[in-house]
């Protein structure tokens, strides 16, 4: 199995996401909400962005890997996956928004689901007839 390598990799970027979120909040002495803090602000919004995609994506890649995609485009899947998020990050650190980094990141993200998707209904296409 790959997939798990993807997951490790979105179990430590979470973490860090979380850390940085944790961090702001303990410097501008923010327990609940984001009081307008812009850099808050930021950093919850990436932090969630992170949560509303990666489950997903990672699931549709374990399915499509358990069911016998070829190990190389796991691979690429999941690279692209991880571009996608450290490019989303990048560009989510910006004060610029949406800013380009942040545009490409969310492109390849979409890019990647609906490449899970379509080759999710193949497979299953290909199952049953």
Known sequence: MITPIFAAFAACFLVYLSYRVIKIRKAHSISVGTADDPALERAVRNHGNFIEYAPLTLLMLAMVEYVGLAAWAV???????????????????????????????????????????????????????
């Open 75 to 129: 691979w690429v899947l999941g690279f692209m996956f991880v571009a996608s998020r450290l490019i989303h990050f990048a560009g989510f650190r910006s004060k610029e928004a949406p800013g380009i980094l942040r545009v490409a990141g969310m492109a390849l993200t979409f890019t990647t689901l609906i490449s899970l998707a379509v080759i999710s209904v193949s497979q299953f296409l290909v199952s049953v007839g």
